[in-house]
Nanobody
C-alpha cells in the first residue's frame, strides 16, 4: 500500500524560503512522475511542480523561477525548495504520486489531472505573511 507523508511547512514572511519534503513508500508498480499540488479552501487542487523519472521538471507559471523540485532516489524522498515566497503561495501542499493506472505516464500527460494521483497524504501547511 502506497504511503505518502509530507513535512517542512510553516509560517514565513514574504520573501522567505521553505523546503518541503515527501517520503513515499509502498509502491508495487513503476512510477515515472512525482510532484506537488497545493490547495486553498474553496479552490481546486493546483499543480505546482513535477519531476519525471529522468529528471525533467515542470512548473506552474506562478512558481517558475522561485520553486525547485528535486528527488533523492536513494532516500525515496521528494523535495520542493520554495524561495521568494509570496502571500499567494499560502496553501496546503500535497505530495503527488500517480495511481497505478497512471504510473507509466510522463508528467506532461498526467500533471494537469489531480485525479491521476493518489493516495494523498495529509499535506503540510505553508503560510506566507506580507
Amino acid at each position: 500500500q502506497v504511503h505518502v507523508m509530507e513535512s517542512g511547512g510553516g509560517s514565513v514572511q514574504a520573501g522567505g524560503s521553505l523546503r518541503l519534503s515527501c517520503s513515499a513508500s509502498g509502491f508495487t508498480y513503476t512510477v515515472l512522475c512525482m510532484g506537488w499540488f497545493r490547495q486553498t479552501p474553496g479552490k481546486e487542487r493546483e499543480g505546482v511542480a513535477f519531476i519525471d523519472d529522468g529528471g525533467s521538471t515542470h512548473y506552474a507559471d506562478s512558481v517558475e523561477g522561485r520553486f525547485t523540485i528535486s528527488k533523492d532516489n536513494t532516500k525515496n524522498t521528494l523535495y520542493l525548495q520554495m524561495n521568494d515566497l509570496k502571500p499567494e503561495d499560502t496553501a496546503m501542499y500535497y505530495c503527488a504520486t500517480p495511481v497505478q493506472e497512471a504510473g507509466l505516464q510522463p508528467c506532461a500527460v498526467i500533471a494537469p489531472f489531480p485525479k491521476r494521483f493518489g493516495p494523498w497524504g495529509q499535506g503540510t501547511q505553508v503560510t506566507v505573511s506580507s
